[in-house]
């Protein structure tokens, strides 16, 4: 079964320095990892994603880093900026299944 | 307009009672999927729809949880015998991919539903 953990339910940081957002995972087949991105009151939108093949995908401010050792996928957002304030999800697709698992969410404040 | 458009934005209802929700989705995206989430909680997986049939149906919690897409567009969440349980908001979300490769989800606002 899989499971997904975001282990931390809020994070605050100071506008301009660096968010990491953390997660995760207990299955190891061949998986995708995807960021989702919700605000109040809206439906969740997606950011950035990754496949098991790779350690390493940036967008612009955005980065996700996939440690397959340890299980462990992280969001990295620099410099943070106060519309990045929402709540952040990571979803697991395994073995590139359409069904995704998110997990909890943490909610990211990005103070001015 | 352009996004995934879910409808009632919220909807009360009394326990025992029937609901329908409704799901307008992206023109010309065959994927279709309903998501559950509760309080605290993220998204939850209910069931995908690929053109008019469900691929996997594997989250609807029980047998009084159905879902249809007779025309491969507009989806239809149905809820027999509400309970106060099934409260939540109800998220639709629409891909363009047709292969096994989970990709990008477009999700509407979803419909909150309140049981009494």
């Known amino acids: 079964d899989q499971q997904v953990k975001q282990n931390s339910p809020s994070l605050s940081v100071q506008e301009g320095r660096i968010s990491i957002l953390n997660c995760d995972y207990t299955?190891?087949?061949?998986?995708?990892f995807l960021w989702y991105k919700k605000y109040p009151a809206e439906g969740p939108t997606f950011l950035i994603s990754?496949?098991?093949?790779?350690d390493k995908n940036e967008d612009g401010r955005f980065t996700v880093f996939l440690n397959k050792s340890a299980k462990h996928l992280s969001l990295h957002i620099v410099p943070s900026q106060p519309g990045d304030s929402a709540v952040y999800f990571c979803?697991?697709?395994?073995?590139?299944?359409?069904?995704?698992?998110f997990g909890k969410g943490t909610k990211l404040t990005v103070n001015p | 307009g352009a996004g995934v458009s879910q409808t009632p934005s919220n909807k009360v209802t009394e326990k025992g009672k029937y609901v329908e929700l409704r799901c307008d989705p992206i023109?010309?995206?065959?994927?279709l999927y309903w998501y559950r989430q509760s309080l605290g909680q993220g998204p939850e997986f209910l069931i995908y729809?690929?053109?008019?049939?469900?691929?996997?149906d594997s989250g609807l919690p029980n047998d009084r949880f159905f879902a249809v897409r007779p025309e491969g567009s507009v989806s239809t969440l149905k809820i027999q015998r509400t309970e106060r349980g099934d409260s939540a908001v109800y998220l639709c979300?629409?891909?363009?991919?047709?292969?096994?490769?989970?990709?990008?989800?477009?999700f509407g606002e979803g419909s909150r539903l309140t049981v009494l």
């Open positions: 979300a629409s891909s363009a991919r047709t292969g096994r490769m989970a990709g990008e989800l477009f």
């Open positions: 299955n190891s087949m061949f998986d995708y």
């Open positions: 990754i496949s098991s093949i790779k």
């Open positions: 979803a697991h697709s395994q073995g590139g299944s359409e069904k995704l698992v």
């Open positions: 023109s010309g995206h065959t994927a």
């Open positions: 729809f690929q053109g008019t049939g469900a691929a996997d």
